[in-house]
Nanobody, 121 residues
Framework: QLQLVESGGGLVQPGGSLKLSCAAS??????IGWFRQAPGKEREGVSC????????RAADSVKGRFTISRDNAKNMVYLQMNSLKPEDTATYYC????????????????WGQGTQVIVSS
C-alpha cells in the first residue's frame, strides 16, 4: 500500500487560491485522485489524473477553477485551486488506485490523512 502525504491546506478568503500537494513514492503506475469531505457530507471526487498524466477528470463544481497535475519524476501530484468559494471548505484527501475510471472513491485503495481547506472571509 502506498504512503501518501498531503500538504498545502489552510485558510483563504473567497476568491483566493491554494495549491495542494500530494507526496508519495512508487506511484508512477497509479492513478491519483483528490477527494474532499465536508462535515456532515459524503466524500466526493474533486479531480483525478491517470498514471501518465494524459487524462484527467474533474467534478462539475470545480471545472475551470481547479487543475490537477503530476510530476512523476518528483513523486508529486498537485491540485491548483483558484477562485475558491466557501462551499469548497472541506478536508481534502489524495488517493491512489490502479485506474482512474470515473474518479470515485471506491476505485482508490491508498489514502492520505487529509489536509483541511477553509474558505472564509
Amino acid at each position: 500500500q502506498l504512503q501518501l502525504v498531503e500538504s498545502g491546506g489552510g485558510l483563504v478568503q473567497p476568491g483566493g487560491s491554494l495549491k495542494l500537494s500530494c507526496a508519495a513514492s512508487g506511484f508512477d503506475y497509479f492513478a491519483i485522485g483528490w477527494f474532499r469531505q465536508a462535515p456532515g457530507k459524503e466524500r466526493e471526487g474533486v479531480s483525478c489524473i491517470s498514471s501518465t498524466g494524459g487524462r484527467t477528470r474533474a467534478a462539475d463544481s470545480v471545472k475551470g477553477r481547479f487543475t490537477i497535475s503530476r510530476d512523476n519524476a518528483k513523486n508529486m501530484v498537485y491540485l491548483q485551486m483558484n477562485s475558491l468559494k466557501p462551499e469548497d471548505t472541506a478536508t481534502y484527501y489524495c488517493a491512489a488506485g490502479p485506474f482512474m475510471r470515473l474518479c470515485t472513491a471506491r476505485d482508490f485503495t491508498s489514502w492520505g490523512q487529509g489536509t483541511q481547506v477553509i474558505v472564509s472571509s
